[in-house]
């Protein structure tokens, strides 16, 4: 291996390392869901461990096979979490009062879990948000409030910065339609809709 291709092969083990702390980092902070770090730790690792052995067998070539594919941007964004369409379930009534978005999800599937929320409600219990896979690529993600839960239907597992969003919208939400949400009944065309923003950026609308 030539001086140039071994200062080109260590160049590249360096950046990968730095990529794969800075990967560690992101997970960390929450702006990843568990399959992109898995995917992404993954491609990085075996990129190291092919620059690595490009160094130890004097192989210049092995670092041009770790370059290809195809660009990590693209396989970030196959995996990252997609907002397609949410459910607000008011627990009084008992009905969903807004869709937004597309939620192309039969009602008795997510109606179990909404029941179960509106029980431990009742009886002031502290409910988690839940995230359930519904095939490979598809996920739920449950979020109770005071007076509603919203289901949210995502392409690919949502990270846990993802999750936090919806949950503080969700608070503004019922913070800025109590009284209304405190009714029997909902009219849903007199509700403030913090979620708009959240259409607009993930839905394009």
Same mark, same amino acid.
Do not use: C
């Given at each position: 291996?030539?001086?140039?291709?071994?200062?080109?092969?260590?160049?590249?083990?360096?950046?990968?390392?730095?990529?794969?702390? $800075?990967?560690?980092?992101?997970? %960390?902070?929450?702006?990843?869901?568990?399959?992109?770090?898995?995917?992404?730790?993954?491609? !990085?690792?075996?990129?190291?461990?092919? $620059?690595?052995?490009?160094?130890?067998?004097?192989?210049?070539?092995?670092?041009?096979?770790?370059?290809?594919?195809?660009?990590?941007?693209? @396989?970030?964004? %196959?995996?990252?979490?997609?907002?397609?369409?949410?459910?607000?379930?008011?627990?009084?009534?008992?009905?969903?009062?807004?869709?937004?978005?597309?939620?192309?999800?039969?009602?008795?599937?997510?109606?179990?879990?909404? +029941?179960?929320?509106?029980?431990?409600?009742?009886?002031?219990?502290?409910?988690?948000?839940?995230?359930?896979?519904?095939? %490979?690529?598809?996920?739920?993600?449950?979020?109770?409030?005071? !007076?509603?839960?919203?289901?949210?239907?995502? $392409? +690919?597992?949502?990270?846990?910065?993802?999750?936090?969003?919806?949950?503080?919208?969700?608070?503004?939400?019922?913070?800025?339609?109590?009284? %209304?949400?405190?009714?029997?009944? @909902?009219?849903?065309?007199?509700?403030?809709?913090?979620?708009?923003?959240?259409?607009?950026?993930?839905?394009?609308?």
């Amino acid at each position: 291996m030539s001086s140039r291709a071994r200062e080109s092969a260590e160049a590249f083990k360096v950046l990968m390392e730095e990529k794969i702390r $800075a990967l560690i980092g992101e997970f %960390a902070e929450g702006q990843l869901s568990r399959e992109q770090f898995h995917v992404l730790y993954e491609r !990085y690792s075996s990129r190291l461990s092919i $620059a690595t052995e490009a160094l130890i067998t004097n192989n210049p070539e092995a670092i041009e096979i770790a370059k290809g594919g195809p660009p990590t941007l693209a @396989v970030r964004g %196959a995996f990252m979490g997609r907002a397609m369409g949410l459910r607000i379930f008011h627990h009084k009534s008992q009905q969903f009062i807004e869709t937004l978005g597309e939620f192309d999800i039969d009602e008795r599937k997510i109606l179990p879990t909404l +029941n179960e929320f509106t029980m431990m409600i009742q009886v002031n219990k502290l409910i988690e948000q839940r995230l359930v896979q519904k095939d %490979a690529r598809h996920w739920l993600l449950y979020n109770p409030g005071r !007076y509603t839960s919203v289901v949210t239907f995502f $392409a +690919n597992e949502p990270s846990q910065m993802q999750m936090k969003e919806i949950a503080r919208l969700h608070h503004d939400f019922e913070v800025a339609n109590t009284h %209304a949400l405190q009714q029997p009944n @909902v009219d849903a065309s007199t509700l403030g809709q913090p979620f708009i923003v959240f259409i607009k950026e993930k839905f394009g609308g």
